[in-house]
């Protein structure tokens, strides 16, 4: 199989399940214990949380591990909300995020909060002029997420932070799932004050992730109980998942200038090869985009049936993002940048990752054509 849906989950790396395998039997003590074995676990966190700050230049007290990239989400959000409800209840978010903020954002409208969910360009891509449009003296939150995971836009991060340091009571959160070690990340230069990331998403383990926090900063813990994670996460460490994704992290450190450069490559090879499929569109943009995700459209034909001719020929891709992937209904994502939902319909989500090669790109491009050729007679949206 040639795995291309690494937007939905990326392969661990071979280093990252080495070490989880051997923190596991060497390691298995809970960190909070006073005896050796404990100590010795409390190591591994403290090791662990100075390499995901040393990657994501923060300090080791500003890195809190979660379970992954929904739970730093909701943790985000809602630890926000309930911290500074006294001082407003409204909070600034965009169409095209991940159901882990939206749906949140859902939940906290039930709960009395008013939401504005910014529209987007044809791209995919919140402009700064709608969000400074959106602001009000009862913002607490703005939360929007670097990475698209269905097109690959990259959303002017570093504009609306700038701007929202004009409103130091302003809290920003981004949910950078998809971006790190895809795209650059400049988390204090940026004016960020809570980031998500997800293990998962760069080749590390499932269930596990990070919520940055700048320091000084205070939201409503959404888990409570034994006082973990400086009582802002509470629940016994995941270790070897958090030692999995700290070596994850490092190996990101060492290769990501030539690992984006790869992706860009494979990406660029890819598009002019779709280019030249008649009926085939491309739906990602072609600048400010993420090197690793490629969003198209085969017109006339039903993703589905697509995807699993692919599938037939040796290929993963997906039709949208993983979790709503069941759903009938065209891409929420894409219907918000204006497509139709003939075309919404018919779209595929390419994604690449640390071990696919211009060789897979090639093959891909093979089977793309001979799916296409094969089943279009056949099919209708
Ligand atoms: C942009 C984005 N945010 C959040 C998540 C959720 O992360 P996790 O699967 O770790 O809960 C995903 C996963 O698909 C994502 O793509």
């Known amino acids: 199989m040639i795995y291309l849906d690494n937007s939905a989950t990326t392969q661990p790396h071979p280093q990252v399940i080495d070490t989880m395998k051997r923190t596991m039997e060497a390691y298995y003590g809970n960190p909070s214990s006073?005896?050796?074995?404990?100590?010795?676990?409390?190591?591994?966190?403290?090791?662990?949380?100075q390499i995901a700050a040393h990657a994501l230049q923060k300090k080791p007290t500003e890195i809190f591990f979660t379970s992954?990239?929904?739970?730093?989400?909701?943790?985000?959000?809602?630890?926000?909300?309930?911290?500074?409800?006294?001082?407003?209840?409204?909070?600034?978010?965009?169409?095209?995020?991940?159901?882990?903020?939206?749906?949140?954002?859902?939940?906290?409208?039930?709960?009395?909060?008013?939401?504005?969910?910014?529209?987007?360009?044809?791209?995919?891509?919140?402009?700064?002029?709608?969000?400074?449009?959106?602001?009000?003296?009862?913002?607490?939150?703005?939360?929007?997420?670097?990475?698209?995971?269905?097109?690959?836009?990259?959303?002017?991060?570093?504009?609306?932070?700038?701007?929202?340091?004009?409103?130091?009571?302003?809290?920003?959160h981004v949910d950078a799932v998809q971006s790190f070690g895809k795209v650059p990340l400049r988390i204090n230069e940026w004016g960020v004050d809570l980031l998500s990331l997800s293990a998962h998403k760069f080749h590390g383990p499932r269930g596990v992730g990070i919520l940055v926090k700048r320091e000084n900063m205070l939201i409503e813990p959404l888990l409570k109980g034994g006082g973990q994670e400086s009582g802002l996460r509470s629940g016994t460490e995941n270790i070897p998942g958090i030692a999995g994704m700290a070596k994850a992290m490092r190996l990101i450190e060492e290769t990501a200038t030539q690992d984006m450069s790869r992706l860009k490559e494979m990406q660029q090879r890819l598009r002019e090869g779709i280019q030249q499929i008649p009926g085939c569109i491309i739906n990602s943009p072609e600048t400010e985009a993420a090197p690793h995700i490629i969003n198209i459209s085969v017109l006339?034909?039903?993703?589905?049936?697509?995807?699993?001719?692919?599938?037939?020929?040796?290929?993963?891709?997906?039709?949208?993002?993983?979790?709503?992937?069941?759903?009938?209904?065209?891409?929420?994502?894409?219907?918000?940048?204006?497509?139709?939902?003939?075309?919404?319909?018919?779209?595929?989500?390419?994604?690449?990752?640390?071990?696919?090669?211009?060789?897979?790109?090639?093959?891909?491009?093979?089977?793309?054509?001979?799916?296409?050729?094969?089943?279009?007679p056949y099919t209708k949206v």
């Open 34 to 49: 006073l005896h050796r074995l404990g100590v010795e676990a409390e190591n591994v966190l403290k090791q662990a949380r």
């Open 68 to 172: 992954g990239g929904t739970e730093s989400n909701n943790t985000a959000i809602k630890g926000v909300a309930m911290r500074y409800r006294e001082r407003g209840r409204h909070i600034i978010t965009s169409q095209i995020e991940h159901a882990s903020v939206l749906d949140v954002c859902k939940q906290l409208e039930e709960f009395g909060y008013d939401v504005t969910y910014l529209p987007v360009n044809k791209e995919g891509r919140v402009s700064l002029e709608d969000v400074k449009q959106a602001m009000r003296p009862d913002t607490i939150l703005v939360s929007i997420m670097h990475v698209n995971n269905e097109l690959g836009t990259i959303q002017p991060i570093n504009q609306i932070g700038t701007y929202l340091k004009l409103f130091p009571k302003v809290i920003f």
């Open 300 to 376: 006339g034909m039903k993703a589905e049936v697509l995807l699993h001719a692919l599938e037939a020929e040796g290929f993963c891709v997906s039709t949208r993002s993983a979790c709503s992937a069941k759903s009938d209904e065209p891409s929420p994502v894409l219907v918000a940048t204006g497509m139709s939902r003939e075309q919404a319909k018919s779209s595929l989500r390419i994604s690449l990752g640390k071990q696919n090669t211009m060789d897979d790109v090639e093959k891909f491009l093979v089977a793309l054509q001979t799916c296409k050729n094969r089943i279009l």
